[in-house]
């Protein structure tokens, strides 16, 4: 409908003058007096549910256009259909009724974004949650932007390093990477997220934290443990607890990426968490059915791959002459029992890097983090690892792998040789090393050190239970003895031979009661 300000009208001499002028005076006389008309078309509820609501009489709103309802409420036209618009509400709609009128804003969604957002835990419409006032901003950009193309993009070769060593070690992520975390309710996934970003405190990385469909209590917790190893200086939490709106949630993990991808374009380094794209596919299955959308598999909708590959597909490296920025990104989704073939889970793991598979058994058995190494894999991270990890950790992987196969088959008390025996004996002490406190991020270099040192057989003679205290004397003797060769692994130089051998008569001092009170 439309609707004309009763002081605004259009003259007879002007509308004389268009008609018989030429086409070029038309064009800018018409444009400067429907400048001066204040028109604006509205329509109509029809009905409104869990949501969602259908709206008449908007012949030409645009697809994702801002709709504005009673009291201030936004919703997004979603499904536009021949005599009704599907519209996706942002906000509480118990107030709204049939026949309310709902006005164009003739804007599609948006966000802010600036340098204000670091530090502030936000909602997914940007609507500060810390009791920190309001947001102060660059500027304000839609939520959906299309993903740079293949021409834009760089290869993926700087490590992110998460201070797991695990990970770092075995499954390294690099700057740019999309790497999966998935597993089990309750196995650690976000445990893994936000211990790298706890790590990124000296390394200039920026942070994103996405929580889609948690509890309020546990997003209040997440942030307190960030505030207290003082990383929220770095981070924005953006927040669609499970108590908000359908549509909230469908749009945070869309808003936190436009944030990040504001510093990604100014040449800096970004790391975004969606915790997690299992609620996120929920969410938006829910609001699907409600507007009659035909269910696929598992009664998610058709598009439900389209909308993850179009989200994760903005996580990149630009090129230099474009800044040279990345997006990095960590998605978590949940699984039922181990089930990783199913349908949101094959989704993923086909549009992302890589994954980080987490297992109940080995959280049960306090393994933590409780990482698969089997059931893991990057498929990028292995060329922006540093140099130092390749020369340690080159066969670690494989003869971890062995050593589960074989331990697995000496639980049948079959009769071992020695041989055998020492292959076990060494993964375990292998397992024991890359079993790591949460919140307790470790340098690459003293990572480097403790792994050199395993792997060379340092370790084999001290008892499992004294492995945590042989751990910290390396890590300490390493950081105080031997500097240059910190130095030299953290700037990705390839350590030699000699190298290697300084660095494990080192270890074994710190592990020689002698040789500590030499140090000393």
Request: charged fraction near 25%; aromatic fraction near 4%.
């Amino acid at each position: 409908m439309s609707k004309q300000n009763p002081n605004t009208t259009l003259s007879n001499t002007s509308l004389k003058d268009i008609l018989f002028s030429t086409d070029k005076a038309v064009d800018g006389a018409l444009t400067e007096e429907l400048s001066r008309l204040q028109i604006e078309e509205t329509g109509a509820v029809i009905s409104i549910g869990s949501g969602i609501a259908s709206v008449s009489g908007l012949a030409d709103v645009q697809a994702e256009e801002l709709l504005e309802f009673p009291g201030g409420v936004l919703g997004i036209a979603f499904n536009l259909d021949a005599n009704e618009v599907g519209v996706i509400m942002l906000g509480s709609s118990d107030k709204i009724t049939a026949g309310a009128r709902v006005r164009r804003t003739g804007r599609v969604v948006d966000i802010p974004v600036g340098e204000g957002l670091l530090g502030r835990v936000i909602d997914a419409a940007a609507n500060p949650l810390d009791n920190l006032g309001s947001l102060s901003f660059d500027e304000r950009r839609p939520i959906e932007r299309p993903a740079p193309p293949i021409m834009s993009r760089a290869p993926v070769t700087e490590p992110l390093q998460t201070g797991l060593k695990v990970v770092d070690a075995l499954i390294p992520v690099g700057r740019g990477q999309r790497e999966l975390i998935l597993g089990d309710r309750q196995v650690g996934k976000t445990a893994i997220a936000i211990d790298a970003i706890i790590n990124q405190a000296e390394t200039g990385v920026l942070c994103i934290y996405c929580a889609i469909g948690q509890q309020g209590s546990a997003v209040a917790k997440l942030v307190a443990q960030l505030h207290k190893f003082d990383a929220m200086k770095y981070t924005t939490v953006v927040v669609a607890s499970g108590e908000d709106a359908p549509g909230l949630r469908y749009i945070a993990p869309y808003a936190a990426t436009s944030i990040a991808e504001f510093f990604m374009e100014q040449g800096r380094d970004v790391l975004i968490v969606y915790d997690d794209l299992t609620m996120h596919a929920r969410a938006y299955r829910e609001l699907s059915l409600l507007l009659e959308r035909p269910p696929g598999r598992e009664a998610y909708p058709g598009d439900i791959f389209y909308i993850h590959s179009r989200l994760l597909e903005r996580s990149t490296h630009l090129r230099e002459e474009l800044g040279g920025g990345s997006l990095t990104s960590l998605p978590i989704i949940e699984t039922q029992a181990q089930n990783i073939s199913a349908y949101i889970a094959t989704n993923l793991i086909s549009i992302t890097d890589g994954q980080i598979y987490l297992s109940p058994e080995l959280y049960q058995k306090n393994q933590l983090p409780a990482v698969d190494v089997g059931k893991s894999v990057s498929r990028v991270g292995g060329k922006t690892q540093l140099a130092a990890y390749r020369g340690v950790t080159g066969d670690l992987r494989l003869s971890y792998a062995q050593f589960e196969e074989l331990e697995t088959f000496a639980r049948f008390g079959t009769r071992l040789d020695e041989k055998t025996r020492a292959i076990i004996e060494r993964g375990r002490r292998v397992r024991r090393v890359l079993t790591q406190p949460q919140y307790k991020p470790i340098a690459v270099y003293e990572q480097v050190a403790v792994l050199l040192a395993t792997t060379a057989g340092v370790l084999d003679e001290i008892e499992l239970a004294d492995i945590p205290a042989a751990e910290g004397k390396i890590r300490v003797t390493i950081t105080k003895e031997l500097p240059e060769l910190c130095d030299k692994i953290v700037r990705g130089e390839v350590l030699q031979e000699k190298d290697q051998e300084v660095m494990i008569e080192m270890a074994k001092k710190a592990l020689d009661p002698e040789g500590v009170a030499q140090l000393e």
